[in-house]
């Protein structure tokens, strides 16, 4: 069974081209999405991915209706292909079931791997500047050195791990890293610091 896939951005409201040609190109059903090609939720691509099955075809007018970027369109040939699914593209004459197809196949997966490393890089530096600007970097810690210092000393007061969970609304995991991490790094003898502090 062919089945044709449409999108169009929010700014162009006309998919009559792309949905004609699919019923010229034989699709017996389609599925239109309104959606810039970044954005992540599609309902129409998701319901349409989930029907087809091993023989089918996916015809699009060009490949960039499909995937949101390289990345993104190679993992969905990649998915459609162990399904048994063929895509063909109107515009660009490409047929997976073809060897042109599979060979395109070939040269996206490194295209994709570029841009996979690509990304890491522009991560990494950006983190290494953040770091260099003296951006804090990771999960806002959820409590004040105040707040641990008294959970420190209800601790050392006989309450369990569990009681003082349920107390301050965490994990016991929590509770026990914020004792112990006390403990490693030589706060102990400071409670009563810790309490004057709290108090």
Sequence with gaps: MNYGYARVSTSEQNE???????????????????????KTSRPALDEMLS???????LVIWKLDRLGRSTIHLFNLLEDLKAKGVAVRSIMEGIDTSGSLGRFLCTILAGVAELERENIKQRVTAGLEKAKKDGVKLGRKEKFSAKDKALIRRLHTLGDSYTKLSRQFACSRSTVWEIVNAAAKTGFQDDRQTDLEDVL
């Design 16 to 38: 009559g081209m792309q949905i004609d040609a699919l019923r010229s190109a034989g699709c017996t059903k389609i599925f239109t999405d309104k959606a810039s090609g970044a």
């Design 51 to 57: 029907l087809l099955s091993e023989g089918d075809t």
